[in-house]
């Protein structure tokens, strides 16, 4: 039964909160690949794919709180099943390209969504996460040609990783987080 007082959401609404389901996703799935990568005793490309999950958690609780923050309901979503199981090094990372591919893609159907309806503050909002994209399929496709031309030997992999790690920053211009950013 449907509460009379509340109004539908418009579509930008409903995309970004189907949007949080998929930021808990890839964070889940980005669990996944680093507890495989520990499992295989590399801990660089493991430490990656767990500070990934962090990333992508922060994303979803930036919606979070950009709903929040427009007096929209919030729902917490459950995530569908990740994928645990990979063969070889190469799968994992060109999963997560994919992944990252596909949450690009997403994140335009939001703007544009946005801009359709003349939310201009939500079409701005949403601006910061498609610069994030294009910096994060940029790194999982050098991470993906990196571990092609190490031919099998990951341990150039990790070296690589280790080296390019040094200098991490934060992001300050990320939209505020839910709880705080972890």
Same mark, same amino acid.
């Given at each position: 039964?449907?509460? +009379? %007082? =509340?109004? &539908?959401?418009?579509? #930008?609404?409903? /995309? /970004?909160?189907? $949007?949080?389901?998929?930021?808990?996703?890839?964070?889940?799935?980005?669990?996944a /690949?680093?507890?495989?990568?520990?499992?295989?005793?590399? &801990? *660089?490309?493991?430490? @990656? #794919? @767990?500070?990934q999950?962090? %990333?992508?958690?922060n994303?979803?609780?930036?919606?979070?709180q @950009?709903?929040?923050?427009?007096?929209? &309901?919030?729902?917490?979503p459950?995530? &569908?099943?990740v994928?645990n199981?990979?063969?070889e090094?190469?799968?994992?990372?060109a999963?997560?390209?994919?992944?990252?591919?596909?949450?690009e893609?997403? #994140?335009?159907?939001l703007?544009k969504?946005?801009?359709? %309806?003349?939310?201009?503050?939500?079409?701005q909002?949403? $601006?910061?996460?498609?610069?994030? *994209? !294009?910096?994060?399929i940029s790194?999982? =496709?050098? /991470?993906?040609?990196?571990?092609d031309?190490?031919?099998?030997?990951v341990?150039? !992999?990790?070296? #690589?990783?280790?080296?390019?790690?040094?200098?991490?920053?934060?992001?300050?211009?990320? +939209? +505020?987080?839910?709880?705080? =950013?972890?």
């Amino acid at each position: 039964m449907s509460d +009379p %007082e =509340k109004k &539908p959401l418009s579509k #930008f609404y409903e /995309l /970004l909160q189907a $949007q949080i389901r998929k930021e808990f996703h890839a964070s889940q799935q980005y669990v996944a /690949l680093a507890v495989w990568f520990d499992g295989k005793d590399l &801990p *660089q490309l493991a430490k @990656y #794919f @767990y500070r990934q999950s962090l %990333e992508e958690r922060n994303h979803a609780m930036a919606l979070v709180q @950009y709903l929040l923050d427009t007096d929209h &309901p919030v729902e917490i979503p459950d995530v &569908p099943p990740v994928r645990n199981d990979f063969t070889e090094v190469r799968e994992p990372v060109a999963l997560a390209l994919e992944q990252e591919k596909e949450v690009e893609a997403d #994140f335009r159907q939001l703007a544009k969504a946005a801009r359709e %309806e003349d939310d201009y503050t939500g079409e701005q909002f949403v $601006q910061w996460f498609l610069a994030e *994209q !294009v910096e994060e399929i940029s790194s999982m =496709k050098r /991470l993906l040609n990196v571990v092609d031309m190490a031919q099998g030997n990951v341990f150039e !992999v990790e070296q #690589f990783l280790y080296r390019e790690s040094a200098g991490e920053e934060d992001d300050s211009t990320m +939209p +505020p987080v839910a709880g705080g =950013k972890l």
